[in-house]
């Protein structure tokens, strides 16, 4: 069973930044592949951004690339997103995701976190 607990979230102003932090309770971290989704109101949940085991392999949604930055601590069970220059349209709930497998691969998310709310308004 993994738990994924999330934080960092809040309101934050157009243009500004937040980091969302993901610690997971397992044994070895480093079988797992992780991942950000999100999800707005009245949309479906999409991947933001994932990464490998090892941080080898690292994939981002075309409407944040350049913008955040997915990273990982092995050693703290713990994964990250630097979320920069923030829009309105970030204004989401953001979900921790976590796949038991060394590959990086959307389909093999199956455990989730309870989600963290960003919301970006002035």
């Known amino acids: 069973q993994v738990q994924l607990i999330e934080s960092g979230g809040g309101l934050v102003q157009p243009g500004g930044s937040l980091r969302l932090s993901c610690v997971a309770s397992?044994?070895?971290?480093?079988?797992?592949?992780m991942g950000w989704f999100r999800q707005a109101p009245g949309k479906e949940r999409t991947i933001v951004a994932g990464?490998?085991?090892?941080?080898?392999?690292?994939y981002y949604s075309d409407s944040v690339r350049g913008r955040f930055a997915i990273s990982r601590d092995n050693a703290k069970n713990t994964v990250y997103l630097q979320m920069n220059s923030l829009k309105a349209e970030d204004t989401a709930l953001y979900y921790c995701?976590?796949?038991?497998?060394?590959?990086?691969?959307?389909?093999?998310?199956?455990?989730w976190g309870q989600g963290t709310q960003v919301t970006v308004s002035s």
């Open positions: 397992v044994r070895t971290f480093s079988d797992y592949a």
């Open positions: 995701a976590a796949a038991r497998s060394r590959r990086l691969r959307v389909e093999d998310f199956g455990s």
């Open positions: 990464i490998s085991w090892n941080s080898g392999v690292i």
